[in-house]
């Protein structure tokens, strides 16, 4: 079992930056990628990012450039750094972690998601 905690969300002007942490506990963290998801109202759960257990990185289109994806296997901790934020970047954000090879965009790929947390970009 892993549990996930994020942090960090909150509400801030179009242009700006946010940081989220999840920080995980339960298993050993290196064997996971480590998935950013997020939800909008009324939409469907959608890909972000993902690092993989040997820090390969990987987007999604609108968010290559803006965002970055990082992890800290010291402290069992995958940030999410986001940038140049937009409106549309308005969800909540969830970590999930992915055991085994690979990776992937799915979200029933991930065995473990964490509560969410809110990002809010106002224009």
């Known amino acids: 079992q892993v549990q996930l905690v994020e942090s960090g969300g909150g509400l801030v002007q179009a242009g700006g930056s946010l940081r989220l942490s999840c920080a995980a506990s339960?298993?050993?963290?290196?064997?996971?990628?480590m998935g950013w998801f997020r939800q909008a109202p009324g939409k469907e759960r959608e890909f972000v990012a993902v690092?993989?257990?040997?820090?390969?990185?990987y987007y999604r289109d609108s968010v290559k450039g803006r965002f970055a994806i990082s992890r800290d296997n010291a402290v069992d901790t995958v940030y999410l750094q986001m940038s140049s934020l937009e409106p549309e970047d308005t969800a909540i954000y969830y970590c999930?972690?992915?055991?085994?090879?690979?990776?992937?965009?799915?979200?029933?790929?991930?065995?473990?998601w964490g509560q969410g947390t809110q990002v809010t970009v106002s224009s």
């Open positions: 339960g298993r050993t963290f290196s064997r996971y990628a």
């Open positions: 690092i993989t257990k040997g820090r390969n990185t």
């Open positions: 999930a972690a992915q055991y085994g090879s690979g990776w992937s965009r799915a979200v029933n790929a991930y065995q473990y």
